[in-house]
DNA sequence: AGGTATTTGTCAGGTAGCCTGACATAAGTC
DNA sequence: GACTTATGTCAGGCTACCTGACAAATACCT
């Protein structure tokens, strides 16, 4: 079953779902708390020192309003919590519960669980050399002229 | 600004996602009738003697009916086809309709341009590792059993 | 042959994620 | 103090995906 044929996104896309479909099944499977993949998505760039809706916004790519929801279920579900901005009184800082805390480490060890599978199928090298490629800067797409026919 | 934050599936979907944009913009620059992400996944896992809808559904890990919408679509777009089966006459075999070869084969002359420019930055070999890692066959994701606390 | 189960394509309806638009509130700016 | 900007939030709409249902064609099994 040569799921897509070779193309570049096509194989992103398809060990991208391997991860995160392995993930959900099993947060579920432990008997966590159920989660949305975009909720699992902002709940990974949220960093101890916690942001803003709008510096989550920034980071995983959607508009301010689509993150403000996915927080929202993520408060709903305990797993954060919005407190006062220190510096200012306008913006209201995320940060993780200590539920929340518990969630994430759990999921920090089911993805590092998940990339030793793989190292045993592909090799170390092979998953090292991956990471490699995959950690440069993306940017912005870049513009490209096809050939005229 | 760094968006993630070192875990690999969110690199592989920021990966994916410079890809797939960078190859919609190109598209509809060059003034091709509009699709969707969707659609340009199905196309792309449609090779020359052509498919039935349930064996792109396959292939591209939906229902049978989301990728009938899909091809609906193309199919109105005029990119695809629908004949009758040679071997049954319950099934239909989608094609593309020489409109859709063209489309097709600058589509795949785009891919090529973005992964040039990629290797420019990242140099060859390491695209060359990228593509290797990510052919592997991923298969159903595995279950794991995360570290009880 | 004939009846039953399975496969395939399709339609209808519902849900979730993401978007744009609008607005209130709180800061900075002149 | 008036104006502009930034942030959080609500409301409505679009698209991709799903489940459920069904007709038609085929395979299977006595």
Do not use: Y
């Given at each position: 079953?040569?799921?897509?044929?070779?193309?570049?996104?096509?194989?992103?896309?398809?060990?991208?779902?391997?991860?995160?479909?392995?993930?959900?099944?099993?947060?579920?499977?432990?008997?966590?708390?159920?989660?949305?993949?975009?909720?699992?998505?902002?709940?990974?760039?949220?960093?101890?020192?916690?942001?803003?809706?709008?510096?989550?916004?920034?980071?995983?790519?959607?508009?301010?309003q689509?993150?403000?929801?996915?927080?929202?279920?993520?408060?709903?579900?305990?797993?954060?919590?919005?407190?006062?901005?220190?510096?200012?009184?306008?913006?209201?800082?995320?940060?993780?519960?200590?539920?929340?805390?518990?969630?994430?480490r759990?999921?920090?060890s089911?993805?590092?669980?998940?990339?030793?599978?793989?190292?045993?199928?592909?090799?170390?090298?092979?998953?090292?050399?991956?990471?490699?490629?995959?950690?440069?800067?993306?940017?912005?797409?870049?513009?490209?002229?096809?050939?005229?026919?």
């Open positions: 079953m040569h799921t897509t044929g070779r193309n570049l996104p096509g194989l992103l896309g398809e060990a991208r779902r391997w991860f995160e479909e392995a993930l959900l099944r099993a947060l579920e499977k432990s008997g966590e708390v159920p989660v949305s993949p975009p909720q699992v998505q902002l709940f990974a760039v949220l960093d101890e020192q916690g942001a803003t809706v709008s510096e989550l916004a920034q980071r995983t790519g959607v508009t301010r689509t993150a403000h929801q996915a927080v929202h279920g993520l408060v709903d579900a305990g797993l954060l919590e919005q407190c006062p901005h220190p510096s200012s009184a306008r913006q209201r800082l995320i940060r993780r519960t200590r539920e929340g805390e518990r969630v994430h759990r999921a920090s089911i993805l590092a669980e998940l990339e030793e599978r793989l190292a045993e199928r592909i090799g170390r090298r092979s998953v090292d050399a991956l990471r490699d490629a995959l950690e440069t800067p993306w940017g912005d797409p870049p513009s490209v002229e096809p050939p005229a026919e």
